[in-house]
């Protein structure tokens, strides 16, 4: 794609539409949370969004848990601009951020195993990150038949 016409910036109140288009189209499938247009306007400064031509076209947030580790999630991109290395440009930017910040290790609870494994993120037992399971997992639906993986990357 143009990268001139591409780019991933902080998220604004103002997106919080988008994002929640970009992710219910994905939640519908049960492929990830669902995240409603109040939740994400009180984590907006967490997401970053991809913009091409003026339309946000895919998100990510990050979530902190300690001062050394650190969740990506929320990534989605929209269905037609998928496998254009747009996915790859939010982690990109989140991992900068995090990295300024001192976070050591950060990980993600996915179904897309290909495409983290694709940008060095490893599989690892999901019982190394206790915080994540007690904090969002007791409110999941899918909590008691999760088919999601962990992986992490070391920053
Ligand atoms: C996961 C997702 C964000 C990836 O975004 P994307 O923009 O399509 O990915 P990219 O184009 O940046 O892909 C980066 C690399 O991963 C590979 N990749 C991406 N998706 C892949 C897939 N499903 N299977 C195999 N490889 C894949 C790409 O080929 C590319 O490889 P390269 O290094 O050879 O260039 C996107 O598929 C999506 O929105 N999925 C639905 C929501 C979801 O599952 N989110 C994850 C929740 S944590």
Known sequence: MEQAELFVRYARLVDAAAI??????????????????????????????????GEVIGCCAIAFYTQKLAEIRSLAVFNR????????????????????EGVKEVFVLTLSREFFSRIGYSEIRKEYF???IWKDCTHCPKLMACDEIAMVKTL
């Open 81 to 100: 601009y998928k496998m254009k290395g747009i996915g790859r440009l939010l982690v990109e930017k989140a991992e900068v951020v995090l990295r300024e």
């Open 130 to 132: 206790p915080q994540k």
């Open 20 to 53: 929640a288009a970009i992710t219910a189209e994905y939640a519908r499938q049960g492929i990830m949370l669902e995240r409603s247009p109040d939740n994400i306007v009180e984590n907006i400064r967490n997401f970053f969004v991809a913009e091409y031509n």
